[in-house]
């Protein structure tokens, strides 16, 4: 029988730590590719780093369903309901399939079309096309991913998640230097190499954690394959709890795409220096989504068990752990910003800005961590309507205010990032006003 987590910082820690790393791993694969590809061409470098935002905006609304799935794994652990994790199981996975094929055939044969009609630049859109369209066959790697995370990070078994991210991001970074370059006989193949290797790498990811869990106590204990179904009421319970994340999720990440749209109509160097920025800023979100993860898992799980009194000490406890990792994954981007940029992007003429803006965001990043405990509690509750409802008003909020300061205050590329600020406080006071005011404890799933 798998337990509740107990609330232990070294328990806390066990169940984040990986996630962390697995998110290091990521953010490091990020910056790989980048440094590859900037040293390649500055205009692929534009291209993958756009490119590279639409197909994660994409991703995220499997992720949205994949997090619906962990949620109410975790809920189900707590309420020692073992013979419902099978179905939901095989409801994630069908579910996750239907929505890769939506969104693969909406990338392969409308995406391209769109990017040329909106980018004022024609080059970057069509470099932008090759990219996403390659990148798009890894939707159906992510779909079966997502739906074997979903068990692994429910049950608090997050080691198995950081394994196969250093699987992935190993493949990766030996494709890049591979295939952008040309090395060890492969043609050289510029930004459709670095396009490859990330969706290869995916690939082998995927065989990780397939073979894993077949091979799992897990597989016994929650008994997946022995009340593995799809069913009606399953796919119910998961699209009410999964579909409000699936359109949080996509719209966070659009909302991001779009102001990246907008700075590449103002310009390429605001664009490109945006982009170095982008890249870096990733080290802020590996703390983050770490503890992001955790938050959910515990949240669900004591609910699930009616422990009540201890949720907020869950939130304390993992706000502390957050800020400290947060310094410790961060600090560069306010003590040596110069250095961190020329990883990323050695030219001469985007270091200055690149370094002045990710130390002026650094205090937002602080913001961040602190409030998305209070966010992801929402989540975990179940109430994922309402942390929609919130990504909605933060989003309209961001997007006005990005469109003013960038298309008609137009002023210099530093200031346009205070709708970091903007968006952070606008997460943290509706999450707080929420859980001040509302009785959201009892929500059953």
Not at 113 to 133: E, M, R, T, V, W
Not at 342 to 350: G, R, T, V
């Amino acid at each position: 029988m798998t337990k509740t987590l107990d609330l232990k910082y070294k328990t806390i820690l066990s169940v984040a730590v990986p996630l962390m790393v697995s998110s290091f791993i990521q953010s490091i694969v990020l910056i790989t590719d980048s440094s590859f590809i900037s040293r390649y061409d500055t205009l692929a470098f534009d291209a993958v780093g756009n490119g590279g935002l639409l197909y994660v905006t994409m991703y995220m609304a499997l992720a949205g369903m994949g997090d619906g799935a962990q949620i109410l794994i975790a809920r189900r652990i707590g309420q020692n309901n073992t013979d419902a994790i099978g179905r939901i199981f095989g409801t994630s996975m069908l579910t996750h399939f239907s929505i890769a094929i939506l969104l693969f055939l909406f990338i392969q044969f409308l995406m391209p079309d769109l990017l040329h009609s909106y980018s004022k630049h024609k080059d970057l859109s069509q470099l932008q096309a090759q990219y996403i369209g390659i990148r798009s066959y890894a939707l159906f790697f992510a779909m079966i991913s997502l739906s074997v995370q979903a068990v692994f990070l429910a049950s608090g078994k997050t080691w198995v998640v950081l394994i196969a991210a250093l699987i992935t991001a190993l493949t990766n970074v030996l494709l890049d230097y591979l295939l952008i370059f040309g090395y060890g006989g492969f043609p050289e193949m510029g930004l459709k190499g670095a396009a490859w290797a990330s969706t290869i790498a995916d690939m082998s990811g995927m065989i990780f954690l397939v073979l894993f869990l077949i091979f799992s106590k897990e597989r016994k204990q929650l008994e997946l394959f022995s009340h593995f179904s799809i069913n009606l009421p399953s796919m119910k319970e998961l699209f009410k709890v999964g579909s409000p994340l699936m359109f949080q999720g996509f719209l966070a990440l659009a909302t991001w795409t779009m102001f990246f749209t907008w700075l590449e109509q103002t310009g390429k160097f605001e664009l490109t220096v945006s982009q170095n920025v982008r890249s870096i800023y990733f080290l802020a979100f590996v703390p983050i989504w770490g503890f992001a993860g955790t938050t959910k898992t515990y949240i669900s799980q004591y609910i699930g068990k009616q422990d009540l009194d201890a949720l907020r000490r869950i939130q304390k406890r993992i706000q502390l752990l957050t800020i400290i990792f947060l310094f410790i994954f961060f600090h560069g981007a306010i003590f040596y910003p110069k250095h961190m940029i020329a990883m990323i992007n050695p030219e001469e003429a985007y270091i200055e800005k690149s370094a002045e803006i990710l130390r002026f965001i650094s205090i937002s990043i602080m913001m961040y961590g602190v409030f998305s405990v209070y966010f992801q509690t929402i989540n975990g509750s179940g109430n994922t309507v309402v942390s929609f409802t919130i990504e909605v008003i933060c989003a309209i909020v961001y997007l006005g205010f990005s469109y003013y300061i960038i298309k008609v205050a137009d002023v210099d590329i530093l200031w346009v990032w205070t709708n970091e600020y903007v968006y952070f406080g606008c997460m943290g006071i509706f999450s707080l006003l929420y859980l001040n005011l509302f009785d959201w404890k009892k929500k059953e799933i």
